[in-house]
C-alpha cells in the first residue's frame, strides 16, 4: 500500500504529464563551461535527481540574452543554436529515466554580472540596484523593451527545440521582470511604471509572445516572488492582482518569496519549517485554479503529502532538498524514508558557494553531488582493517564510506550518544535540523554488517592494538577555546558561576530558562551567534555582543548571515564590534574599544571564542602507527576546528587512502 497516495499521483499539464508531484526548481551551481555549454559533470549532477525518480527537472536559469541578462560565476547559455546540441543531450539523459525537463529562460536586468558586461551599465525598470551594494541599473527605453521581448519568444522557440517539456519564466527574485512588477524597483512613469496593471504590462507582453512561439500545446509556468518582504515591496495581495494581469497564458504558478536583499527569506534559513510558504500558493491556488507549484524547506515526506493532500499546492518543489538526497522520491516510494540524508538548510556548499563565493555548488551532508554513490563500485580487494576514533559526524562519514567500499571498520565514542558536536547543537531549538543528517548517518551505520559501534569506550593504544588495524582515523573533534584572560579561570570555577561556554548551555538548556537576563556574549562568530539567537528569541532576554573584528559574523555563509542580522536588529541586541576583553569577573567584563575601556554588567556571559581541535594521547597514537607501518588519518575537527561541510568532505576523502593501503597491504607508511 502506497502510505503518500498523494505524492505519487500521477498529473498531466497541457500535455505534459509528470509522474509524481515532486518537481527539481531551477538552481544555479557554476557548473557551466566558461562559454555557457553544458558539460557532462552539469548533465551528471541533473541526471542523478532524474535516476532518483523526480518527476519534473527545471533546468538552471539559462541566459538568452548576452551578456546584457546573465549572471553567475558561470551560465548556461542559449542565445545561439550552437547552444542546442548540449540541451538536447540533456533532455535525453533526463527523459531516459521517465522524467520531464523545464527550462528556466531569464534575465537578470540589474542582478547582472558586472564582469561579463565589459564596461556597459546593467538594465532594469528604473535606477535601482537589485541589492544594496551593486551598480545602479539605468532604465530601459520602451524599444529596448520590445527587443527583450521578441528575445524571450526566440528563447521559448530555441527551447522547446532543444526537447524541454516546458518552459518557465523567471519574474520574482530581483530579476529584470520583477523589477518591473515590484514598487521597490520599478519607479518609471511611462505605461511600464506606476499602476500594477502598467508594471505588469512587460510580462504580460512576454508571456504573451511566449505563448506564441511554443503554441497552445504547450507549459509555460511563471515563477513569482509572492510576497517580497520590504516596505515598499509586492505583498501577497499586491502579487495577486499583478497576475491577474499576466498569468492568463501561464500552465503553471510557482510561488515563491523574496527579493536580494532577504534571500533568508527565498533560499530558507534553517529554522522556518518545511513548507512555510504553502499558505501563499494556496492564495494563489484559490484565485486562478492553476497547477500551482509550492516550495520551503520540504524535506519531510509527510508534511509534503499534507500540504498536497490539503490542496494547498499541486507540486511540491525541493531544491536544496534534491542537491543533498538525489533518490528522495524513489527512497520514500520504496520505503526507505529513514535513509533519506536530508538538507539541514545551513545553505554552505550550496548558496554560499555559488553567491557568496563564486564557486561550483557543493553540500554539508552529501559528499559528492555529481557522482553520488558511484564510490561504492570500487570494492577492496583486500582485507582492510579501519579504527576510527570519534562518533561525530565525520567519523561517522569516514566509517560508512569505508564499509560501504569493504573495509571491516570498529569505531569508539566514549559518549553514549553518536553526532559529537553536531548533535550537541542541535539541541537548540533553531538547530533541530542538524539532527537529522546526525539520524541518517546512525540507521546508515546500524546497517552495515561490517561497521561495528562502541559506545561509551573510549580507544586507548591497547583497544586499538587488539584490533591489529592497517588504517586508523582519529575524528576525536574539537572543544571551545578559552584563552588566559585575566579572571575568566576564576570565574568559573566559583559556586555560582555565571560564566559559561557554549556546552554548558548545551548539556542543561534547563539550566538557563530564566527568561527577561541581561546576557553578554563574548565572540561574534558562529557559535557566540547561536547562543544570541537562543536568548533572544527563545529567553526574551537583553543580549549584548562582544567581537574583536570590524563586523559580527563575519564568516558566516550568505544566508546565515543576513538572518542574523535581522535578529540583531530585531532585538537591538547591543554590539561592541573592534573590541577586546581585557578581564572578567563573576558579574562584569572589562573590555577595550579604541584604547577606551568599558565596564559591561551582565547576568549571564558565555564565552564564545572559537574552538580547538581535541586530539588527546594523539602523539602516542603517532609514535605507534609509525612503529607497526599503519596508516593513521587525522580528520575534521580533530585536524583543524570547521564546520560540518569541511569534515564531511575529508570524510568522503579518506578513501583514496583506504584505496592506496589495499594497492599496497602492509607496506603504506604513516601520513
Given at each position: 500500500?502506497?502510505?503518500?497516495?498523494?505524492?505519487?499521483?500521477?498529473?498531466?499539464?497541457?500535455?505534459?504529464?509528470?509522474?509524481?508531484?515532486?518537481?527539481?526548481?531551477?538552481?544555479?551551481?557554476?557548473?557551466?563551461?566558461?562559454?555557457?555549454?553544458?558539460?557532462?559533470?552539469?548533465?551528471?549532477?541533473?541526471?542523478?535527481?532524474?535516476?532518483?525518480?523526480?518527476?519534473?527537472?527545471?533546468?538552471?536559469?539559462?541566459?538568452?540574452?548576452?551578456?546584457?541578462?546573465?549572471?553567475?560565476?558561470?551560465?548556461?547559455?542559449?542565445?545561439?543554436?550552437?547552444?542546442?546540441?548540449?540541451?538536447?543531450?540533456?533532455?535525453?539523459?533526463?527523459?531516459?529515466?521517465?522524467?520531464?525537463?523545464?527550462?528556466?529562460?531569464?534575465?537578470?536586468?540589474?542582478?547582472?554580472?558586472?564582469?561579463?558586461?565589459?564596461?556597459?551599465?546593467?538594465?532594469?525598470?528604473?535606477?535601482?540596484?537589485?541589492?544594496?551594494?551593486?551598480?545602479?541599473?539605468?532604465?530601459?527605453?520602451?524599444?529596448?523593451?520590445?527587443?527583450?521581448?521578441?528575445?524571450?519568444?526566440?528563447?521559448?522557440?530555441?527551447?522547446?527545440?532543444?526537447?524541454?517539456?516546458?518552459?518557465?519564466?523567471?519574474?520574482?527574485?530581483?530579476?529584470?521582470?520583477?523589477?518591473?512588477?515590484?514598487?521597490?524597483?520599478?519607479?518609471?512613469?511611462?505605461?511600464?511604471?506606476?499602476?500594477?496593471?502598467?508594471?505588469?504590462?512587460?510580462?504580460?507582453?512576454?508571456?504573451?509572445?511566449?505563448?506564441?512561439?511554443?503554441?497552445?500545446?504547450?507549459?509555460?509556468?511563471?515563477?513569482?516572488?509572492?510576497d517580497e518582504f520590504v516596505k515598499d515591496g509586492n505583498t501577497i495581495d499586491d502579487v495577486l492582482e499583478l497576475l491577474s494581469y499576466f498569468s492568463k497564458e501561464a500552465d503553471i504558478l510557482n510561488v515563491s518569496a523574496g527579493i536580494n536583499d532577504n534571500l533568508q527569506y527565498q533560499i530558507d534559513k534553517m529554522n522556518l519549517p518545511d513548507g512555510w510558504r504553502s499558505f501563499m500558493a494556496q492564495k494563489v491556488k484559490n484565485k486562478f485554479n492553476k497547477i500551482t507549484v509550492t516550495s520551503g524547506n520540504f524535506r519531510s515526506p509527510q508534511v509534503t503529502e499534507r500540504v498536497l493532500e490539503s490542496g494547498q499546492a499541486d507540486l511540491i518543489a525541493m531544491g536544496r532538498g534534491l542537491i543533498a538526497e538525489p533518490n528522495w522520491v524513489n527512497k520514500v516510494k520504496f520505503g526507505n524514508k529513514e535513509l533519506l540524508r536530508k538538507c539541514i538548510s545551513c545553505n554552505i556548499g550550496c548558496a554560499d558557494h555559488r553567491i557568496?563565493?563564486?564557486?561550483?555548488?557543493?553540500?554539508?551532508?552529501?559528499?559528492?553531488?555529481?557522482?553520488?554513490?558511484?564510490?561504492?563500485?570500487?570494492?577492496?580487494?583486500?582485507?582492510?582493517?579501519?579504527?576510527?576514533?570519534?562518533?561525530?559526524?565525520?567519523?561517522?562519514?569516514?566509517?560508512?564510506?569505508?564499509?560501504?567500499?569493504?573495509?571491516?571498520?570498529?569505531?569508539?565514542?566514549?559518549?553514549?550518544?553518536?553526532?559529537?558536536?553536531?548533535?550537541?547543537?542541535?539541541?537548540?531549538?533553531?538547530?533541530?535540523?542538524?539532527?537529522?543528517?546526525?539520524?541518517?548517518?546512525?540507521?546508515?551505520?546500524?546497517?552495515?554488517?561490517?561497521?561495528?559501534?562502541?559506545?561509551?569506550?573510549?580507544?586507548?593504544?591497547?583497544?586499538?592494538?587488539?584490533?591489529?588495524?592497517?588504517?586508523?582515523?582519529?575524528?576525536?573533534?574539537?572543544?571551545?577555546?578559552?584563552?588566559?584572560?585575566?579572571?575568566?579561570?576564576?570565574?568559573?570555577?566559583?559556586?555560582?558561576?555565571?560564566?559559561?561556554?557554549?556546552?554548558?548551555?548545551?548539556?542543561?538548556?534547563?539550566?538557563?530558562?530564566?527568561?527577561?537576563?541581561?546576557?553578554?556574549?563574548?565572540?561574534?562568530?558562529?557559535?557566540?551567534?547561536?547562543?544570541?539567537?537562543?536568548?533572544?528569541?527563545?529567553?526574551?532576554?537583553?543580549?549584548?555582543?562582544?567581537?574583536?573584528?570590524?563586523?559580527?559574523?563575519?564568516?558566516?555563509?550568505?544566508?546565515?548571515?543576513?538572518?542574523?542580522?535581522?535578529?540583531?536588529?530585531?532585538?537591538?541586541?547591543?554590539?561592541?564590534?573592534?573590541?577586546?576583553?581585557?578581564?572578567?569577573?563573576?558579574?562584569?567584563?572589562?573590555?577595550?574599544?579604541?584604547?577606551?575601556?568599558?565596564?559591561?554588567?551582565?547576568?549571564?556571559?558565555?564565552?564564545?571564542?572559537?574552538?580547538?581541535?581535541?586530539?588527546?594521547?594523539?602523539?602516542?597514537?603517532?609514535?605507534?602507527?609509525?612503529?607497526?607501518?599503519?596508516?593513521?588519518?587525522?580528520?575534521?575537527?580533530?585536524?583543524?576546528?570547521?564546520?560540518?561541510?569541511?569534515?564531511?568532505?575529508?570524510?568522503?576523502?579518506?578513501?583514496?587512502?583506504?584505496?592506496?593501503?589495499?594497492?599496497?597491504?602492509?607496506?603504506?607508511?604513516?601520513?
Amino acid at each position: 500500500m502506497n502510505r503518500y497516495p498523494y505524492i505519487f499521483e500521477p498529473i498531466t499539464i497541457n500535455g505534459m504529464t509528470l509522474k509524481n508531484r515532486i518537481v527539481m526548481p531551477p538552481m544555479g551551481s557554476n557548473f557551466a563551461n566558461y562559454d555557457g555549454t553544458i558539460n557532462d559533470d552539469h548533465i551528471k549532477y541533473y541526471e542523478q535527481r532524474a535516476k532518483g525518480g523526480t518527476a519534473l527537472i527545471t533546468l538552471e536559469n539559462v541566459c538568452f540574452d548576452y551578456p546584457m541578462g546573465t549572471n553567475g560565476t558561470t551560465q548556461l547559455r542559449m542565445d545561439n543554436d550552437q547552444f542546442l546540441p548540449g540541451l538536447w543531450k540533456f533532455n535525453e539523459r533526463m527523459h531516459a529515466y521517465g522524467a520531464c525537463t523545464s527550462v528556466q529562460i531569464n534575465h537578470a536586468g540589474a542582478s547582472a554580472t558586472t564582469l561579463r558586461l565589459n564596461g556597459l551599465q546593467p538594465v532594469s525598470a528604473s535606477d535601482v540596484a537589485s541589492k544594496k551594494g551593486m551598480n545602479s541599473p539605468r532604465p530601459l527605453t520602451i524599444e529596448e523593451i520590445r527587443m527583450i521581448v521578441s528575445k524571450y519568444a526566440i528563447a521559448a522557440d530555441r527551447a522547446k527545440r532543444a526537447g524541454f517539456d516546458c518552459i518557465e519564466i523567471h519574474a520574482g527574485h530581483s530579476y529584470l521582470l520583477d523589477q518591473f512588477l515590484s514598487p521597490h524597483y520599478n519607479h518609471r512613469t511611462d505605461q511600464y511604471g506606476g499602476s500594477a496593471k502598467n508594471r505588469a504590462r512587460f510580462a504580460n507582453e512576454v508571456l504573451g509572445a511566449v505563448r506564441k512561439a511554443v503554441g497552445p500545446r504547450f507549459p509555460i509556468s511563471v515563477r513569482v516572488s509572492a510576497d517580497e518582504f520590504v516596505k515598499d515591496g509586492n505583498t501577497i495581495d499586491d502579487v495577486l492582482e499583478l497576475l491577474s494581469y499576466f498569468s492568463k497564458e501561464a500552465d503553471i504558478l510557482n510561488v515563491s518569496a523574496g527579493i536580494n536583499d532577504n534571500l533568508q527569506y527565498q533560499i530558507d534559513k534553517m529554522n522556518l519549517p518545511d513548507g512555510w510558504r504553502s499558505f501563499m500558493a494556496q492564495k494563489v491556488k484559490n484565485k486562478f485554479n492553476k497547477i500551482t507549484v509550492t516550495s520551503g524547506n520540504f524535506r519531510s515526506p509527510q508534511v509534503t503529502e499534507r500540504v498536497l493532500e490539503s490542496g494547498q499546492a499541486d507540486l511540491i518543489a525541493m531544491g536544496r532538498g534534491l542537491i543533498a538526497e538525489p533518490n528522495w522520491v524513489n527512497k520514500v516510494k520504496f520505503g526507505n524514508k529513514e535513509l533519506l540524508r536530508k538538507c539541514i538548510s545551513c545553505n554552505i556548499g550550496c548558496a554560499d558557494h555559488r553567491i557568496g563565493k563564486g564557486l561550483p555548488i557543493r553540500c554539508t551532508v552529501n559528499p559528492d553531488v555529481i557522482g553520488e554513490d558511484d564510490f561504492k563500485l570500487d570494492k577492496l580487494k583486500n582485507k582492510i582493517k579501519i579504527v576510527v576514533i570519534g562518533g561525530g559526524t565525520t567519523a561517522l562519514e569516514a566509517a560508512c564510506s569505508a564499509a560501504e567500499i569493504g573495509a571491516e571498520v570498529c569505531l569508539y565514542e566514549k559518549k553514549s550518544y553518536l553526532g559529537g558536536l553536531a548533535h550537541e547543537i542541535a539541541r537548540l531549538p533553531d538547530k533541530r535540523r542538524i539532527d537529522d543528517y546526525v539520524n541518517y548517518l546512525r540507521v546508515r551505520a546500524e546497517k552495515l554488517s561490517n561497521l561495528e559501534i562502541h559506545l561509551n569506550e573510549y580507544a586507548d593504544l591497547d583497544i586499538i592494538k587488539k584490533q591489529k588495524p592497517d588504517i586508523i582515523i582519529n575524528a576525536t573533534g574539537a572543544h571551545p577555546f578559552l584563552p588566559p584572560i585575566e579572571g575568566l579561570q576564576e570565574a568559573r570555577m566559583e559556586n555560582d558561576s555565571h560564566v559559561f561556554d557554549i556546552f554548558d548551555l548545551l548539556n542543561d538548556l534547563e539550566r538557563f530558562n530564566q527568561k527577561e537576563e541581561k546576557i553578554l556574549v563574548i565572540g561574534g562568530g558562529a557559535v557566540g551567534l547561536d547562543v544570541m539567537e537562543y536568548f533572544t528569541e527563545h529567553q526574551n532576554s537583553k543580549v549584548a555582543m562582544v567581537e574583536m573584528l570590524p563586523e559580527i559574523g563575519k564568516d558566516l555563509d550568505i544566508i546565515t548571515k543576513l538572518g542574523m542580522k535581522e535578529l540583531l536588529n530585531k532585538y537591538n541586541v547591543e554590539q561592541f564590534v573592534g573590541t577586546k576583553l581585557l578581564s572578567i569577573s563573576n558579574t562584569a567584563a572589562v573590555v577595550s574599544c579604541a584604547d577606551e575601556e568599558r565596564t559591561l554588567q551582565f547576568d549571564k556571559a558565555f564565552v564564545c571564542l572559537g574552538m580547538r581541535s581535541y586530539i588527546p594521547g594523539f602523539n602516542d597514537l603517532q609514535q605507534f602507527a609509525q612503529n607497526e607501518g599503519i596508516t593513521l588519518l587525522n580528520i575534521g575537527d580533530s585536524k583543524r576546528a570547521r564546520r560540518i561541510y569541511e569534515g564531511t568532505q575529508e570524510a568522503r576523502g579518506i578513501l583514496n587512502e583506504v584505496h592506496l593501503v589495499d594497492k599496497y597491504k602492509k607496506h603504506v607508511v604513516v601520513g
